[in-house]
């Protein structure tokens, strides 16, 4: 990981900004999801990247279908429509 040296300090409600340098570096534009992790004493943010829990290629969340909970791309969702679950 590389140090930039950028200090930015929580707001009242908890909240950072990440500095336009970085959200350029990353592609990071407003609206895009953010995941969170913890590992010991670091915080790591990360571009979440929707995948298909079937075929794992990532997906846009407009070409992509829950199902229970999970996403399915529209090429698996076709795939399962065409199988006889039947059997």
Do not use: H
């Not at 990440?18 to 913890?38: A, C, S, V």
């Not at 969340?61 to 829950?66: G, N, W």
């Amino acid at each position: 990981m590389k140090d930039i040296g950028i200090v930015r300090r929580f707001d009242l409600a908890g909240r950072i900004t990440l500095p336009i340098e970085i959200r350029k570096r990353l592609n990071l534009y407003t609206g895009d999801p953010i995941e969170i992790f913890t590992d010991d004493n670091t915080i790591i943010l990360r571009k979440y990247q929707n995948k298909c829990v079937l075929c794992d290629e990532p997906v846009d969340y407009d070409e992509c279908t829950e199902l229970n909970g999970k996403q399915v791309c529209k090429s698996c969702l076709e795939k399962l429509e065409q199988q006889d679950i039947s059997k």
